[in-house]
């Protein structure tokens, strides 16, 4: 099931991204970095098809790191690569939606920023720039990668200004690297949210035989009292995914209808039944 799920997150993600290149990005020649970017300005400049040149580029990239990448990402970015030329050509021979280069822009990056997130959170990777900063890093460790990326990507950037010879295309190329970063970084961050839950009961060892026989998720119990009544009370602790909210709430009313529970958003949780997306 979780093999299916990374599947299809990789198939729909580098959908995504290719619609974002094939139909909004490279016919409007916005340059937002990456070996999108550098497949736009040859398409622009001597006709090559977006798919064969983005294909072209991240093969000559794996390349280039073959001995400092490992065998396992070079598989998982030959995967992602393969699906995201194949949906680049496929929608480049769409009409295109838009020439209004902010409508570009805006949709164009967040498109690919959502697609680019999703193959991340599957394990997959689309290659590109991304082979570059994890070579050079190999070279540069102290350097985080974010800020290797974003050096990569500007270069490219400039480089069509020379092709192009057109500042407004540098300057919305600049803003769609900032719409698709963000857009990867808000992706990742809503799949990595869950919810704790604090339980305040006097029925803890009931409800947490409930739920341990009912649910995946593990509980915690602890011995509390009450500052304001001097009662003792106990104390479920318990992380969830968001989606199982609801059912843990009516599994603990069902026991004890007084219970007092309080949900809290957590941004990122790692440990057993929990994967952290990156």
Do not use: W
């Not at 340059?31 to 072209?56: C, D, K």
């Amino acid at each position: 099931m979780k093999k299916m799920k990374s599947v299809l997150f990789t198939i729909f993600g580098t959908m995504m991204t290719g619609f974002a290149i094939g139909a909004f990005l490279t016919p409007n020649k916005v340059v937002g970095g990456g070996a999108s970017g550098i497949s736009t300005i040859l398409y622009h400049t001597f006709g090559i098809q977006p798919g064969f040149s983005f294909f072209s580029i991240n093969i000559i990239f794996l390349l280039l790191g073959l001995t400092v990448l490992g065998k396992k990402f070079i598989l998982n970015t030959l995967l992602g690569i393969t699906l995201l030329s194949l949906f680049t050509q496929i929608f480049s021979f769409f009409p295109i939606y838009t020439e209004n280069l902010i409508l570009t822009t805006v949709f164009g990056g967040i498109l690919y920023g959502f697609g680019i997130g999703m193959s991340f959170a599957a394990g997959a990777s689309t290659g590109g720039t991304d082979i570059i900063g994890r070579i050079i890093q190999t070279k540069v460790p102290y350097m985080p990668i974010g800020k290797m990326l974003l050096l990569v990507d500007g270069v490219i950037i400039i480089i069509s200004f020379f092709i192009f010879r057109d500042i407004e295309l540098i300057l919305f190329g600049v803003l769609t690297l900032f719409v698709s970063s963000y857009s990867i970084d808000l992706i990742i961050s809503k799949l990595n949210v869950s919810n704790i839950a604090f339980v305040i009961t006097d029925k803890g060892k009931e409800i947490s035989e409930k739920l341990v026989s009912t649910s995946p998720r593990g509980v915690t119990l602890i011995d509390v009292k009450g500052v304001y009544t001097g009662s003792e009370k106990q104390m479920l602790f318990c992380a969830l995914k968001e989606s199982e909210s609801e059912a843990f709430q009516k599994k603990i009313l069902e026991i004890d209808k007084t219970a007092f529970i309080v949900f809290s958003m957590s941004q990122r949780i790692k440990g057993n039944g929990f994967y952290l997306y990156k």
